[in-house]
Every structure is written in C-alpha cells, then in structure tokens.
C-alpha cells in the first residue's frame, strides 16, 4: 500500500547492482511542507488516538458492552486503528521532513509489519462488522446461535492472524540501505526485492485483500440490510419512530461505505501507478505531483482510521449514555436517583435502563 508502508526509496538488487525507484523525500522534503505536514500529522493522530482510545475505555469499563458483539468487534477497530495511527503517522512525518533513518533497522522492520497488519485487521473487522449487522437485521432468530461474544472473539482472532500471516514478508524486505545523495551518505528504511515482479505481485494481492474484496463485500451486505429494514413494515405499517430509525440506520451505512471507499481508493491507485503504470522519475514535476500525492493519500488513510470511532460509536445516542456512566462515579453506597425522585440502587438502575434500550423503539442491533 503506498500509503501504508511504502518507504521513501524502493531498491530493487540485481547483476548490475543496486538501484533507487523513488527518491522522493530526499529531493522534495525541503519546502513548506517540513513544517506543515508535522502540524497536520499531529491534529489527524491525536484527534484519532483520543477517539478510538475512548471507545476502548468505555467499552472496557462497562461490563456488559463485553457482551454484545457489535461492541467487540468495535473494540477490535478501535485496537486496530489506534495503533495503526500510532506506527504510521509519527514515522511518516519523520520521513517527508527529514533526510533519512535513525530508528535502526529493528524499528524500520517492525513498524512496517504492524502498520500493514493493523491496516488488514482494520479492514477485516469491518468487513465482519457489516456481517454481523447483515445477520442481526436479515435473519434475526436464525443467527443467535452465531452472534455470540465467544464467536466474535474467535472472529476477531482469526482476523489478526491472517493479517499477521499476510504481513509477514515486510519483516524480511524492509531493512536499512545506504545511499550516497550529494557527497552525504544517508541513510534509508526501505523494502528490498530482489525482484520488482515480486512486490507488484504482493501488493496487487494487498490491494484485492485490503480493498476491493472487502469494500464489495461491504456493499453488498450493507445494500441487504437497508432492503431489509425497508421491506418489513409490521402488523400496522410503518410508525413515524421506525422510519425515523430507518432513516439513520440507512444514513449510517451509506456514510461506513462511502468513508471507506474514498479514504483508501487513492492509496491503492498510487499502489497500481507505482507498480503497473508508467512513471519518468528523472521529470522534476513528474516527481513533485508523485510527492504532492503520496502526502494526500497518506493523510487520507490517517483520516479513515480516525472516523471510525466517530462513524461507529460516538454518533449512537446509547454510546454517549456509556460515556457518561464510565466517567461517572457511583454514589456512595450505590444509590442513584431516577427522574420522579425515587431512589433505585445501581444495580437496579443498570436493569432499568437494560429494558428501555430494548424497549424503546429499536434494539441494540439495528440502532448499532
């Protein structure tokens, strides 16, 4: 994924030696953007971090969120994407506004394979979130036997082991190579082939694994489950509350497609020029637009993970409740008092409030 791993100098070695594909920060990472693209960086993960680092927390900290799986496979995206946020952004604005790699070549192996492992798990995962939505709204009775945590948490570890699995090349190509630029030897963190066939064949299959399965996977599934909420009707019609619910049900999927589709869509498409399409690298502009670009879908990919939270959480009116009861301590001897004024004990508040979620127009399934 170029905007995933991608170093900034693609080696390929052969009879005649060693050469550079890409030398794109050493010629480019001199203007305005040293300073500019750090800023924008830092905004983008910290405004992520803070918000998948909160769906952790109060998934975690309310017991029975543990419970449903919607919210474990939100917690596992939230995982997913913080620390994607964490191995990418950092590194990458070290590497478009610095001329080359101090970390080592442990740190230039490992971050790259979590960055590509966690980028899969995150697209997995949503992928199985679509499912389990389909399943809980198409086929509500039928799938309960299936739509149990112990069958989420099953799910969610065969998701990182197959990223993981389908990672693991990066631990090998990625190393530290150095370069003569100017007189100055330098040094970079890149993935070496032995034969540029290779890494296009790799990372064409990334791009059906990481994208184009997946986002037709999510259409389709997505598509069902809209047909369906607007199919059933009930004994009595549609009630203005079920339409309402609808309504942002519908609203939501179309956003978790479109999110999707066009924060990643530019990284593969820079993939498939790089690797498929013709590129003049001696062109001064050509290589200035190819910079200009990478940056775009970078930020892009930053974007996506930290929307998710948003997307999938923080908009869900129960979400915000979880929020507050996670931050809120209990009363001294477990006592709270409801809206008439009369006193119920904490325990019997949670049961309540268990009741007027399902109770209260649409379930937990559909309201996600």
């Known amino acids: 994924m170029a905007s995933v791993g991608e170093s900034a100098w693609t080696i390929t070695s052969g009879g005649n030696g060693t050469n550079l594909?890409?030398?794109?920060?050493?010629?480019?990472?001199?203007?305005?953007?040293?300073?500019?693209?750090?800023?924008?960086?830092?905004?983008?993960?910290?405004?992520?971090?803070?918000g998948n680092s909160l769906v952790i927390v109060v998934i975690l900290k309310n017991r029975d969120q543990g419970k449903n799986t919607t919210n474990l496979f939100i917690?596992?995206?939230?995982?997913?994407?913080?620390?994607?946020?964490?191995?990418?952004?950092?590194?990458?604005?070290?590497?478009?506004?610095?001329?080359?790699?101090i970390f080592g070549e442990f740190v230039c192996k490992v971050v790259h394979f979590v960055q590509y492992c966690s980028m899969l798990a995150s697209v997995f995962t949503l992928v199985a979130m679509s499912m389990?939505?389909?399943?809980?709204?198409?086929?509500?009775?039928?799938?309960?036997?299936?739509?149990?945590?112990?069958?989420a948490l099953l799910v969610c570890g065969v998701i990182w082991l197959m990223s993981c699995a389908?990672?693991?090349?990066?631990?090998?190509?990625?190393?530290?190579?150095?370069?003569?630029d100017g007189g100055v030897a330098l040094e970079y963190c890149a993935d070496?082939?032995?034969?540029?066939?290779?890494?296009?064949?790799?990372?064409?299959?990334?791009?059906?694994?990481?994208?184009?399965v997946p986002f037709a996977l999510m259409l389709v599934l997505n598509l069902l489950m809209v047909r369906q909420l607007w199919i059933f009707s009930g004994p009595n019609g549609p009630t203005v509350e079920s339409i309402r619910n609808r309504m942002k049900v519908t609203r939501l999927?179309?956003?978790?497609?479109?999110?999707?589709g066009i924060c990643w869509l530019p990284s593969h498409v820079a993939t498939m020029w790089f690797n498929f399409g013709t590129?003049?690298?001696?062109?001064?502009?050509?290589?200035?637009?190819?910079?200009?670009?990478?940056?775009?879908?970078?930020m892009l990919s930053y974007v996506n993970s930290s929307l998710n939270p948003l997307?999938?959480?923080?908009?869900?009116?129960?979400?915000?409740?979880?929020?507050?009861?996670?931050?809120?301590?209990?009363?001294?001897?477990?006592?709270?008092?409801?809206?008439?004024?009369r006193s119920m004990t904490y325990k019997s508040f949670r049961s309540n409030e268990r009741v007027e979620r399902t109770m209260g127009g649409a379930t937990n399934s559909t309201q996600m």
């Not at 631990?171 to 190579?177: A, G, P």
């Not at 999927?253 to 999707?260: G, T």
């Not at 590129?279 to 290589?287: H, K």
Request: hydrophobic share 50%; aromatic share 14%; charged share 15%.
């Open 75 to 101: 917690l596992n995206l939230s995982f997913a994407d913080l620390l994607f946020l964490l191995f990418c952004v950092p590194f990458h604005a070290w590497i478009y506004t610095l001329p080359d790699w």
């Open 192 to 212: 070496v082939w032995t034969n540029l066939d290779h890494r296009a064949i790799y990372l064409l299959m990334f791009f059906v694994l990481g994208y184009a």
């Open 21 to 50: 594909t890409a030398p794109l920060t050493a010629e480019m990472g001199t203007g305005p953007e040293v300073i500019i693209i750090p800023l924008v960086f830092l905004v983008i993960v910290i405004g992520g971090c803070f």
């Open 166 to 180: 389908t990672s693991l090349p990066w631990l090998v190509v990625f190393q530290i190579t150095s370069v003569i």
């Open 132 to 151: 389990d939505r389909c399943l809980a709204i198409v086929y509500p009775l039928r799938s309960m036997r299936i739509r149990t945590p112990g069958v």
């Open 253 to 260: 999927v179309i956003s978790v497609v479109v999110v999707f």
């Open 311 to 341: 997307i999938y959480a923080l908009v869900s009116g129960n979400f915000r409740k979880d929020v507050k009861r996670a931050f809120t301590r209990k009363p001294p001897g477990g006592a709270l008092t409801s809206q008439n004024g």
């Open 279 to 298: 590129v003049n690298w001696s062109d001064e502009r050509t290589i200035r637009t190819v910079y200009i670009f990478r940056i775009f879908t970078h």
